[in-house]
């Protein structure tokens, strides 16, 4: 069973501080996943990071994937309260070739104050 | 922006009843899925379809549950003689697939949450 382990699971900080949020596993994907889910409704893509020392940019949203492809963190900067929400790293193991299934971690609670 | 879509969004049934929940998946797409998620745990995979036949599926989709896409747009999950423990919300997703990167990025629908009391 390929694990994600998202740390740290709750984090409330107040507006305009930097944060990061870390993915980690201790199984290779090849690729890796990031999405927002807001309460009762479903997991909204951000980014997909694919090449091992990948990094991605949306906005104020940086997305890095570790060498090994094992890791990837998803930093903020400047955080706002239109970030507030439950942040998802998702892969696909290496191994899996058939389905594609993604193994999700179990989120990161992020409270943005104003 | 075209979307994945579900109904119903809120279903409730009693426990031994069959319920089929439907999912419209990006009109492109070539890959669908079913995933759900119990209140407060993580999303679980249950079953991805290709080409109109299952290509993997999670020790939770068992024989009470089937998939089918009964025509070129719905695709759907039937859960026979539900069970309180199958209260859980339950999301669609496809993918387009991109097999010469391997990105196989999946779009989730809104949600079906299942009440069985």
């Known amino acids: 069973t390929q694990l994600l382990e998202q740390s740290p699971q709750f984090l409330s900080i107040q507006e305009g501080e930097n944060l990061t949020v870390y993915c980690n596993s201790s199984?290779?994907?090849?690729?890796l996943q990031w999405y927002r889910q807001e309460p009762g409704e479903g997991p909204v893509l951000l980014v997909t990071?694919?090449?091992?020392?990948e990094v991605k940019k949306l906005k104020r949203l940086t997305f890095q994937f570790g060498d090994a492809r094992k890791d990837s963190s998803l930093h903020i900067t400047a955080a706002q309260p239109g970030d507030t929400g439950l942040y998802l790293c998702a892969g696909v193991p290496i191994d899996n070739n058939a389905g594609n299934m993604l193994t999700f971690g179990g989120g990161t609670r992020l409270m943005v104050k104003p | 922006e075209p979307e994945v879509t579900q109904t119903p969004s809120h279903q409730v049934t009693q426990m031994g009843q069959e319920v089929i929940l439907r999912c419209v998946p990006i009109?492109?797409?070539?890959?669908f899925y079913w995933y759900r998620q119990i209140l407060g745990q993580k999303v679980e995979f249950l079953v991805s379809?290709?080409?109109?036949?299952?290509?993997?599926k999670s020790e939770i989709f068992d024989d009470q549950f089937s998939v089918e896409r009964p025509d070129g747009s719905n695709f759907t999950l039937k859960i026979r003689s539900t069970k309180l423990e199958d209260s859980a919300m339950y999301f669609c997703?496809?993918?387009?697939?991109?097999?010469?990167?391997?990105?196989?990025?999946?779009?989730f629908g809104p949600g079906t949450r299942l009440t069985v009391t």
């Open positions: 199984s290779v994907f090849s690729s």
């Open positions: 990071v694919v090449t091992g020392g």
């Open positions: 379809f290709y080409n109109n036949e299952i290509s993997e």
């Open positions: 009109s492109n797409h070539l890959y």
């Open positions: 997703a496809s993918s387009e697939g991109d097999p010469g990167t391997g990105a196989y990025e999946q779009y």
